[in-house]
């Protein structure tokens, strides 16, 4: 069995699913879409295995295990406690807005838990989304859709990075022109092509080298193109994108 070790944990992000472990049993809690959200794409069952694991003193984690023969691509999860109400805090996991491999069949993701939500010793847990590689969803249509934008949101930002690399590289230009047509688009592109400033600042040669230069924007751009295109491509097919043909 493959665990990786990923995710990021939040308050107030979309939950994807409640689970519960406790040392000596397990409890886990499942929380069925509505009988409409139900459709040929979405499972009855969520295919996942998932445990709060508090067995170490000191440390508690959440792993999921996919059991679907289809690669999982995204989850959510929120964790639950019998004495505390800890709805607002989340953990999100995208493989495809991240850059990451799915997660076959039969590997783990193990995500230990901040000390605020650890503390509160959790003790219970639903599914409430997930989605896999062919399209199959799971869960509440609204986490699902939560998780579909951003994946959108992504690929937009990083066609916006993506038209400023080429730009620059059709008219050959040099380091301060990148930061300032950079810096003037949005927070989101900012932070997306913070990398690449922090490559370009760090090559002492990037000006004076035409090769130096043409490699290093190229090698982001390739870099770029194959993460849109993965995003683009993902299934379900996002919301409001243009044909992932098109360039």
């Known amino acids: ?92 996991w995208d493989s495809v807005y991240m850059g990451l491999s799915p997660l076959v069949k039969d590997a783990s993701l193990t995500f230990p838990l901040q000390y605020i939500v650890a503390s509160l010793h959790p003790n ?40 400023v690399l080429r730009k620059g590289l059709q008219e050959d230009w040099r380091r301060e022109a990148y930061l300032t047509a950079l810096d003037h688009e949005s927070k989101s592109v900012s932070s997306l092509s913070h990398m690449f400033r922090a490559t370009i600042k760090a090559t002492a040669d990037f000006d004076s080298n035409l090769q130096v230069r043409h490699s290093t924007v190229q090698s982001e751009l390739d870099s770029l193109i194959k993460q849109r295109d993965a995003l683009r491509q993902s299934k379900p097919q996002l919301p409001g994108l243009q044909d992932p043909a098109k360039p």
């Open 124 to 163: 219970k847990a639903v599914v409430k989304a997930a989605i896999w590689a062919d399209g199959t969803t799971f869960g509440n249509p609204d986490t699902l859709e939560r998780i579909l934008l951003t994946r959108r949101d992504r690929a937009q930002t990083l066609d916006q990075v993506i038209s």
């Open 1 to 92: 069995m493959r665990v990786f070790t990923l995710g990021f944990i939040a308050r107030s992000l979309p939950i994807a699913f409640l689970l519960l472990l406790l040392p000596s049993r397990i409890l886990v809690a499942q929380e069925p879409p509505p009988a409409s959200s139900v459709s040929p794409q979405s499972a009855a069952e969520p295919n996942l295995r998932v445990e709060v694991d508090s067995s170490t003193e000191g440390q508690t984690q959440v792993i999921a295990t996919n059991v679907s023969d289809v690669p999982l691509t995204a989850c959510a999860l929120s964790v639950g406690s019998s004495t505390a109400d800890l709805s607002a805090y989340g953990i999100w």
